[in-house]
């Protein structure tokens, strides 16, 4: 079974900085696409990162320059977040994306940014 869990979120104060961790467990990101995710109150589930199985890394606009994504090991993916703006604030999601088309979720991981 395929299990993907989230660390590392918390409260911080604008331009700070945190590192979330994607643990995977019955799987690894080895050949696959994976990816970071965020959702906002009220708002739907929006790509932040995607690292591909093949081709170049993704960022969206709003992290770019901002935001690292990288995998530590077979199992572990990892989002350096640095400068961070109450904007940022969301849960943030891991995923794991198989050839087939199957795609696995974390739990996600609460990440506010607020004086």
């Known amino acids: 079974q395929v299990q993907l869990v989230e660390s590392g979120g918390g409260l911080v104060q604008p331009g700070e900085s945190l590192r979330l961790s994607c643990a995977a467990s019955?799987?690894?990101?080895?050949?696959?696409?994976s990816g970071w995710y965020r959702q906002a109150p009220g708002k739907q589930r929006e790509l932040v990162a995607v690292?591909?199985?093949?081709?170049?890394i993704t960022y969206a606009e709003s992290v770019k320059g901002r935001f690292t994504i990288s995998r530590d090991s077979a199992t572990k993916m990892v989002l350096q977040m640095n400068s961070l703006k109450p904007e940022d604030t969301a849960v943030y999601y891991c995923?794991?994306?198989?050839?087939?088309?199957?795609?696995?979720w974390g739990q996600g991981t609460q990440v506010t940014v607020s004086s």
């Open positions: 995923n794991l994306e198989y050839a087939n088309g199957r795609v696995y």
């Open positions: 019955g799987s690894n990101f080895n050949f696959k696409t």
């Open positions: 690292f591909p199985s093949i081709g170049r």
